[in-house]
Nanobody, 125 residues
Framework: VQLQASGGGLVQAGDSLRLSCVVS????????MGWFRQAPGKEREFVAA????????YYADSVKGRFTISRDNAKNTINLQLTSLNPEDTATYYC???????????????????WGQGTQVTVSS
């Protein structure tokens, strides 16, 4: 199983980005997926998650209303649309796969068993 994240970059405050994560080697549509981020010197934190069905999503309070998670099962891809970015959003963003088929979405990184390599998002003020 491989997860390949992309879409990060250097942007200014107020700008938008779209992150993508392509999953290969797995029955993608059966797994809940999530995005986490880690800033230098800080622990990895939950950003957003989407259920395996795509019907349910959940967001960290810090990104609610600004970020949108979605999935395209035909393309084995999850996306994270980031808007109204601010410098506090600067981090490496990781996509993760939930540890088990048909399990509900989770905010806990320990309940994810596969991770992408990360994509860097840097927001300048």
């Amino acid at each position: 199983v491989q997860l390949q994240a992309s879409g990060g970059g250097l942007v200014q405050a107020g700008d938008s980005l779209r992150l993508s994560c392509v999953v290969s080697g797995s029955t993608f549509s059966l797994y809940a997926m999530g995005w986490f981020r880690q800033a230098p010197g800080k622990e990895r934190e939950f950003v957003a998650a989407i259920s395996w069905s795509g019907l349910y999503t959940y967001y960290a309070d810090s990104v609610k209303g600004r970020f949108t998670i979605s999935r395209d099962n035909a393309k084995n891809t999850i996306n994270l649309q980031l808007t109204s970015l601010n410098p506090e959003d600067t981090a490496t963003y990781y996509c993760g796969r939930r540890n088990g088929r048909y399990k509900e979405l989770s905010l806990d990184s320990y309940e994810y068993d596969r991770w992408g390599q990360g994509t860097q998002v840097t927001v300048s003020s």
